[in-house]
């Protein structure tokens, strides 16, 4: 760990020009004190680090202390950057060593196409942590001890322990046979096997983990693109499932389509339907679902089928139109 911030260091004084210690024990997320003794340890191996005294002062590198990373195109480069602007290296606990991965890549690329490449990427956003209707994006919190470990077994193909809280049950302790790690919209997932059997855990309901010194009961290639593919398949296909019919406004159409799990059918209005909609045959996870999914699109939508989501569709319209039908208990402070 100490070699690795060593040379993060050297790339962020390359970087920068200058840094204050305080700087850059932020940016290494240690403390000034280990950043000093980093210092000593660089400068008595020969690396051309000085510090500069005063207001603006602050440990710099001689002009011309750098190596080249040759071969790299512009787009090349650029791929780079943008590949490390992405948020998924946080759900697998990779946060700090991508930072220090691309510290590394800007630092080496020829001084033309350096300056070039980060320029562009600065053009480029993937990702912003708020959508077009400023509605703030999650991103789960994963102790970096827990991922450690289960990234640790999944690449040296060790079976896993884990502490495991699934949704509405007490943690309990299982043992696995991992397969590979899966980022979905922000949120990490282990794929894995139990008594032979396929399991996907989603890594911030993991607790604890341990790596094992058993080898892992696992095929030597996996096709992690074609499994995660068939998992979902066999979820979309469980539970309590609902179908409905539905008419909806072509506007709202992907909406509707994006909250359901599957289209069963879809046609154009029906001859009769003055207002052009279209006609089409969802399911929905579980009926609390189709009642949540179809609520949020509200006019826009008509259930025609089963009875009892029209029936329950109403009733809760009705209890919206009670509550708002009477006068306002409060009235509006005057200006």
Not at 31 to 60: K, Q
Not at 252 to 261: F, K, T
Request: aromatic fraction near 4%; charged fraction near 25%.
């Amino acid at each position: 760990m100490r070699a690795d911030r060593l040379v993060s260091l050297v790339l962020l004084l390359r970087q920068h020009g200058r840094l204050s210690a305080t700087t850059l024990a932020r940016e290494l997320e240690v403390s000034t004190r280990t950043v000093l003794r980093d210092i000593d340890a660089l400068s008595a191996a020969g690396v051309p680090v000085y510090a500069e005294r005063g207001r603006h002062g602050g440990f710099t590198l001689l002009p011309g202390f750098r190596t080249e990373l040759t071969g790299l195109n512009h787009d090349e480069a650029l791929a780079l950057l943008v590949a490390g602007s992405r948020r998924g290296a946080q759900a697998f606990g990779l946060g700090s060593a991508l930072a220090s991965a691309m510290r590394k890549v800007v630092d080496a690329l020829p001084e033309g196409q350096r300056a070039t490449a980060a320029g562009a990427a600065r053009r480029l956003l993937i990702d912003p942590e708020t959508d077009a209707l400023a509605r703030r994006l999650v991103t789960e919190e994963l102790p970096d001890a827990v991922v450690t470990e289960v990234r640790r077994a999944v690449f040296a193909g060790h079976r896993l322990r884990i502490r495991y809280a699934a949704a509405g049950r007490n943690p309990e302790w299982r043992t696995v046979d991992p397969i590979g790690l899966v980022t979905v919209r922000d949120q990490g997932y282990l794929l894995a096997t139990r008594a032979g059997a396929d399991r996907t855990y989603r890594l911030s309901r993991v607790l604890a983990a341990e790596e094992l010194a058993e080898p892992a009961q696992r095929p030597e290639g996996v096709d992690l693109d074609l499994a995660w593919q068939e998992r979902s398949r066999r979820f979309r296909a469980g539970g309590d499932q609902v179908t409905v019919l539905v008419r909806v406004d072509p506007a709202r159409r992907e909406d509707l389509v994006g909250s359901a799990v599957a289209v069963l059918a879809e046609e154009g209005g029906a001859e009769d339907d003055t207002e052009g909609r279209l006609r089409l045959e969802v399911t929905f996870q579980d009926p609390r679902h189709a009642e949540w999914a179809l609520w949020q699109l509200a006019t826009s939508t008509e259930v025609l089928a089963p009875q009892w989501l029209r029936d329950s569709l109403h009733d809760r319209a009705a209890a919206v139109a009670a509550r708002y039908g009477a006068p306002s208990p409060e009235r509006t402070p005057s200006a």
